[in-house]
């Protein structure tokens, strides 16, 4: 009977492993990340790095959204800011930000 009961355990560790994996297979949705073009949106909150280089806003605008998300999660970043790079929204680069509180975010202690 411990025999079986060890077995059901290890399955069940198994699934819970395999279970934060999921947003990172294909056709998962992941985490929900807020995608903001806005400045004033992101303004408290903390810059991780920039995501993409230049991408145009044509129909293939959606690949190119997917794969900064994508990125932003991997970064451990919380919410996407897309940034026009002209006067109007013809391009844009994906900037990856940690806002509140968050699994990524990471606390620095300063002593004096």
Same mark, same amino acid.
Not at 12 to 31: D, N
Not at 41 to 69: G, N, W
């Given at each position: 009977m411990? /025999?079986?009961?060890?077995?059901? /355990? *290890?399955?069940?560790? !198994? !699934?819970?492993? /395999?279970s934060?994996?999921?947003? !990172? !297979?294909?056709?998962?949705?992941?985490?929900?990340?807020?995608?903001?073009d806005?400045?004033?949106?992101?303004m &408290?909150?903390?810059?991780?790095r920039?995501?993409?280089?230049?991408?145009?806003?044509?129909a293939?605008?959606?690949?190119? /959204?997917?794969?900064m998300?994508?990125?932003?999660?991997?970064?451990? *970043?919380?919410?996407?800011?897309?940034?026009?790079?002209? &006067?109007?929204?013809?391009?844009?680069t *994906?900037?990856?930000?940690?806002?509140g509180?968050?699994?990524?975010?990471?606390?620095?202690?300063?002593?004096?």
């Amino acid at each position: 009977m411990a /025999l079986k009961a060890i077995k059901a /355990l *290890g399955a069940l560790g !198994l !699934l819970v492993g /395999l279970s934060a994996w999921t947003p !990172l !297979l294909p056709g998962h949705p992941g985490p929900a990340i807020p995608v903001w073009d806005n400045s004033y949106d992101i303004m &408290h909150c903390r810059k991780v790095r920039v995501v993409s280089e230049p991408v145009y806003t044509d129909a293939a605008f959606d690949q190119a /959204l997917d794969a900064m998300i994508g990125r932003t999660v991997a970064l451990g *970043g919380t919410d996407l800011y897309l940034r026009k790079n002209g &006067h109007d929204w013809s391009s844009v680069t *994906g900037v990856a930000y940690r806002c509140g509180r968050g699994p990524a975010r990471h606390n620095k202690i300063i002593k004096y």
